[in-house]
């Protein structure tokens, strides 16, 4: 599976948006951009995931460069509730598991 | 109605102990998960069982035994714990498409202490 690279941390003000930036310049034609978050003491939780496509769902909008070497996951109305350790994996097919990295701690401020 | 649920939600037992702990998913799905979440917060697999069958074994001592009596259910058992295996366990389940992009959810964790 593709290694990610994501910043250790990010803030963000209640309200705004949340852009949360993730690399995989080695990620191949058949790998997944997944995105869970995992809020304090709980289980992940699963927001988004695509292929080439930007995708938009409830929770969240996934933007994956053309080149599909990056993306960025954007909650569009962060909320102190949003504050969480979130995780982008690259994964695909039937080969590899689900690789969790550090991911980055996004801290929503009043 | 919790889609994965598992007991207890906090264990705590001497060093040399068996015990086990519960995972139950009511989402249909055919795929389940054990997860080890260590004291630095990485998240690694550990087992995944397909149909009750196992598919994925990570490197676990082999004191570690996951069952599956069927496939709403997985459970994990722990012989002789040791120090270290004092972590947050999650379970989670996906469907069952071939595919390891299915998507997963996960229970809210069991903490083990082992003291």
């Known amino acids: 599976d593709a290694k990610t690279t994501q910043p250790t941390s990010m803030d963000c003000a209640e309200g705004r948006a949340a852009n949360l930036p993730c690399n995989h310049s080695?990620?191949?034609?058949?790998?997944?951009v997944y995105w869970y978050r995992q809020i304090h003491s709980q289980g992940p939780q699963y927001i988004i995931h695509?292929?080439?496509n930007n995708e938009t769902n409830e929770m969240a909008s996934l933007i994956i460069t053309e080149d599909r070497k990056s993306s960025t996951l954007i909650l569009p109305h962060a909320t102190l509730r949003d504050t969480a350790v979130y995780y982008c994996i690259a994964i695909g097919g039937s080969q590899g598991n689900l690789i969790f990295g550090k991911g980055t701690k996004l801290s929503v401020k009043p | 109605d919790t889609a994965v649920s598992q007991t207890p939600k906090y264990l705590v037992t001497q060093m040399g102990n068996d015990k086990s702990i519960k995972c139950e998913q009511n989402?249909?799905?055919?795929?389940m998960y054990w997860y080890k979440q260590d004291s630095k917060k990485f998240l690694k697999i550990m087992f995944s069982y397909n149909n009750k069958e196992l598919i994925i074994n990570e490197t676990v001592p082999n004191r570690f035994s996951p069952k599956s009596p069927d496939k709403a259910h997985l459970n994990l058992h722990i012989n002789s714990l040791e120090l270290g295996d004092s972590a947050v366990y999650f379970c989670?389940?996906?469907?069952?498409?071939?595919?390891?992009?299915?998507?997963?959810?996960f229970g809210p964790g069991t903490r083990l202490t082992v003291l």
């Open positions: 695509g292929l080439k």
């Open positions: 080695t990620i191949s034609g058949n790998e997944y």
């Open positions: 989670a389940s996906s469907p069952w498409t071939g595919m390891r992009t299915d998507t997963q959810y």
């Open positions: 989402l249909g799905h055919d795929t």
